[in-house]
């Protein structure tokens, strides 16, 4: 079996599938803002790992027999989906459900039901960090001494640690050659956009502009600084986060972003009516040049909010609301 430094992978040798007891472990989780962000690993402040090192597969492993397999999330379900095997899956968490057919069971991964899921008989569990973070206990203890795999995906702050990821689920399922091709496309995509960016923050002339990214709205503000990938993102297209000089996702003060001033606001709020409505008459913010020029927009929640391929969409997206004529010939949504 392949292993991926950075990863923590558990292959228990085969055992009985069930047993007539009950064992519900409480998983202690931070959960996603606007439904799933949080799986890409939020740390108000607290400063990102150096990304694990990857060492390159030697060869493919064979493909799971069964082939059952649970996703404990919803960028690990669109992962599993790019490689063509999002009919494997046989439960996932709720936020999944809605990327699949109907079919498989939902799991709270916040509680997981251990009987629950030995039950239906799985050979392959892929879960994050974040969904057996502050665990006193490892909540799927029970599923590895039972004879199920449990593969666990780092948190990614960065654009190569979601590549890490593609290849390392792609290594996990035989699928190797496919997950190149993933990471390909998704590369191909990604440059489409960084060649232009290159291009405009090389010209002398150029001036490039500010951004604030909002994730979550007032009163309780969410936005994102370095050592992410959503500002990694922003300074592809060749733009600067006003947030560039904190770390991680932090909770900033209506004070901090009007002192900052941005030129664009760009948010991927979902769970509310008119999320740009209420930016552009938020009170103190008529003072912001994003507010005074109407520069305020909505991006894609889902592909700005889940480290998997799909982030592309939302670059593209980020790309021509920033700089519309610059990037007016990108395809596309």
Not at 172 to 187: D, K, P, Q, T
Not at 265 to 272: D, G, H, S, Y
Request: proline fraction near 8%; aromatic fraction near 8%; glycine fraction near 8%.
């Amino acid at each position: 079996m392949i292993t991926i430094p950075g990863y923590k992978k558990v292959d228990s040798e085969t055992g009985s599938k069930c047993r007539a007891k009950k064992s519900c472990l409480p998983a202690l989780a931070v959960l996603v803002l606007f439904a799933v962000l949080v799986l890409s690993g939020r740390s108000a402040g607290k400063a990102a790992d150096p990304p694990a090192p990857v060492a390159a597969p030697a060869a493919p492993q064979a493909a799971l027999s069964a082939g059952r397999i649970i996703s404990a999330s919803p960028s690990i379900t669109e992962i599993i989906i790019g490689l063509g095997q999002g009919s494997r899956i046989i439960a996932a968490d709720q936020y999944s459900l809605a990327l699949l057919p109907p079919g498989p069971q939902e799991i709270d991964f916040f509680y997981p039901d251990q009987e629950f899921i030995l039950g239906l008989e799985p050979d392959l569990l892929i879960s994050t960090e974040v969904n057996t973070q502050g665990a006193a206990d490892n909540p799927f203890k029970l599923l590895e001494d039972f004879g199920i795999r449990c593969f666990y995906i780092p948190t990614s702050g960065s654009v190569a640690e979601i590549k890490r990821d593609i290849r390392a689920i792609a290594a996990e399922l035989g699928l190797v050659e496919r997950g190149e091709e993933l990471v390909a496309v998704m590369e191909r995509e990604i440059k489409e956009v960084a060649d232009i960016g290159s291009r405009l923050t090389a010209d002398p002339a150029f001036s490039g502009k500010t951004v604030y990214m909002e994730i979550s709205p007032f009163p309780y503000p969410y936005s994102t600084g370095q050592g992410t990938f959503l500002n990694e993102m922003i300074e592809i297209i060749g733009a600067r986060n006003i947030f560039s000089d904190v770390t991680g996702w932090i909770a900033p003060s209506a004070e901090a972003i009007l002192e900052r001033n941005p030129d664009v606001i760009l948010t991927n709020v979902n769970f509310t009516d008119d999320p740009v409505g209420e930016i552009m008459t938020r009170p103190g913010f008529d003072n912001v040049t994003a507010v005074q020029k109407g520069q305020v927009y909505l991006i894609d929640a889902d592909s700005s909010s889940r480290p998997s391929q799909h982030i592309t969409l939302a670059l593209r997206q980020m790309a021509r609301a920033v700089y519309p004529g610059e990037y007016a010939i990108l395809g596309g949504n």
